[in-house]
Structure formats: structure tokens, C-alpha cells
């Protein structure tokens, strides 16, 4: 059994750039809170932070195409992750800000709990597009937190070389969240291949899981170790790193979020009439499947905007 596999284009980049921003903003939150640095350092990582989470939204929000509708977003907590996913925004935005206008010991905690609480709910909304296979797998939640996560730490390792000196407790904590991390990719990547992912899906592993260890998690290890050595540049080698763990973040969702997001469509069976795989590797389908197609992404669309 053949299935039509549609590259959905209701979320493009913009949709992409809230989970690139946003998660790691809001695990900065955490990170930054966790670490206990003094106010030159957990000051500016939590105007970061909610930069980051703010940059994210205003993306979805011009991403909507009508933004006046957002505030329909705010109406299904008991049943929808964007609505639960703005009420934590916003609540993380009071913490935060709270947090940097009174000299209370807590709600730099608090505002760190909502941020991760604002990026496990982003894992959600992928975890329940029932349609697109690389999207509905349940370990993408676990790979888009842990990679919140890296992110964060990385962040705050870029705070402190702009504003202080990074300490050696943080860079072994990044490395052993790339770990996590990693680990959290292989699972992802081995439960797509052995399920009936699209050919397409199938096929753009390799290039992206390629890129992704290389640079997300192999050069980075090898800057902070090289930051370890008596050296004028290990200030250099440890910004190095932490730009390539944000960068190799920031690439992988976009490429889960525009280049994977195939919609799993019905049996098709041998086509009758239509042609196979054009030379783009594209699957051009008979008239009956464009019809369903433009139907299935109406449906995708109306959907988003009731949530």
C-alpha cells in the first residue's frame, strides 16, 4: 500500500522561528535561575530570554495571516497545547518580569518553571498533528525539550562570556545535555525509520541527521575540550561552541517544522492514471488526490485558527 505523502505549507518558516526562539528562551529562563549567577549575568539572560519567547510569538502571531484571530487561541485550554502554550507564555512573562523589578529569592525559580513549561508544551503541539508522521512520533517530545534545553544552557554560556567568566560547572553541563540530546535524536531518528514514515521523510534523515551530530554535538564537545587548555583563545573556543548548539538547534526545527512535515494521506493503491516520481522526487497524483489535498490542508488551516 502506496500513501499520498503532501509537504504541508500552512506552518512555514514563521511557525519554525517560534520554535526556534521560543524554547530555548524560555529553558534560558531555567538555566539562568538554576546557575545562580549574581545580577550581571541573571539580569541580561532574563531580558534575553523573554526576548527570545516574545521573538517567537510575534512570529506565529504575523505567521496567522489574520492576527486579529489570536486572541482565538486563548478559548481551549481543556483540549488544545497553543492555548495552554500562550496562558504558560504569559505567565512566564509576569515571573520574569517580575523577577527582574523586585528582589524576591523565588521568582527567578518560578519564571524558569514556566519557561520549560512554555517549551514542553510546543513539544506537544507537534506531539498531537495526528496527520504528519514526523511530527505525531511521541520522542519528538523528548528531542524537542532536550534540545530547549541545550539551548538554554548555551545561551546563558554566551551571557556569561559577554558579561562575566563562564565556570567550568556550566560547560560540563552542556556537554552532558548534548548527550541527552543525542541520545534523544537516535531514538527519534530509529522510530521514523522503522515506521511508514513518507518515502520522502525517509529519505532527508541522513543529510539532516549528518549535519545535525556534526555540528550540533561533535565540534562543540571538541571547542569546550579545547577551552580547557591554557590558552588565549579558550574564551574563543567556548563561544564557538555555544553558537554551534544554538545554530544546530535552530536548524533542526526548521527542518522538522518546512522539510518533514509530509501529511500522511490515504491508500492509494497502484495509480491508475497520474504519473510517478518526477525527476524533483515530488509524487504527482491523480486529480481525485489534488482535490483531497487542498481539502485535507483547508481542514489543517481551519483547525489551527479554532485553536
Not at 124 to 152: C, D, F, N, Y
Amino acid at each position: 500500500m502506496r500513501y499520498a505523502a503532501i509537504l504541508q505549507t500552512n506552518w512555514d518558516w514563521r511557525a519554525a522561528a517560534n520554535f526556534m526562539f521560543g524554547g530555548g528562551g524560555g529553558a534560558l529562563l531555567l538555566a539562568a535561575a538554576i546557575a545562580g549567577s549574581g545580577a550581571s549575568v541573571r539580569l541580561p539572560a532574563t531580558l534575553l530570554g523573554m526576548a527570545l519567547m516574545g521573538a517567537g510569538l510575534t512570529m506565529v502571531w504575523l505567521e496567522i495571516g489574520r492576527p486579529w484571530r489570536a486572541a482565538n487561541v486563548m478559548f481551549k485550554p481543556q483540549n488544545s497545547w497553543m492555548t495552554r502554550e500562550a496562558y504558560v507564555a504569559g505567565c512566564a512573562f509576569l515571573l520574569a518580569a517580575g523577577s527582574v523589578l523586585f528582589r524576591l529569592t523565588w521568582l527567578p525559580m518560578a519564571a524558569g518553571i514556566a519557561g520549560i513549561a512554555f517549551l514542553y508544551c510546543q513539544a506537544r503541539i507537534l506531539r498531537a498533528a495526528k496527520g504528519v508522521p514526523a511530527w505525531r512520533e511521541p520522542s519528538i517530545v523528548m528531542l524537542i525539550v532536550t534540545t530547549g534545553l541545550v539551548e538554554g544552557i548555551a545561551y546563558l554560556v554566551i551571557v556569561q562570556v559577554a558579561f562575566a567568566e563562564p565556570t567550568g560547572n556550566i560547560q560540563i553541563l552542556l556537554v552532558g545535555f548534548l548527550m541527552l540530546r543525542l541520545f534523544a535524536w537516535f531514538l527519534y531518528r530509529g522510530r521514523l525509520l522503522s515506521s511508514d514514515s513518507p518515502s520522502q521523510v525517509i529519505a532527508a534523515l541522513p543529510k539532516l541527521g549528518s549535519r545535525f551530530v556534526l555540528f550540533g554535538h561533535f565540534l562543540p564537545v571538541l571547542f569546550i575540550a579545547g577551552s580547557y587548555l591554557d590558552s588565549p583563545f579558550s574564551l574563543i573556543n567556548i563561544s564557538i561552541s555555544a553558537i554551534l548548539v544554538v545554530l544546530s538547534g535552530w536548524y533542526l526545527k526548521f527542518v522538522l517544522i518546512t522539510r518533514l512535515a509530509h501529511v500522511q494521506g490515504f491508500g492509494l493503491g497502484k495509480l491508475q492514471r497520474g504519473h510517478p516520481l518526477n525527476s524533483t522526487g515530488h509524487q504527482k497524483v491523480s486529480e481525485t488526490s489534488v482535490r483531497l489535498r487542498k481539502t485535507r490542508e483547508r481542514a489543517i488551516r481551519n483547525q489551527r485558527r479554532n485553536q
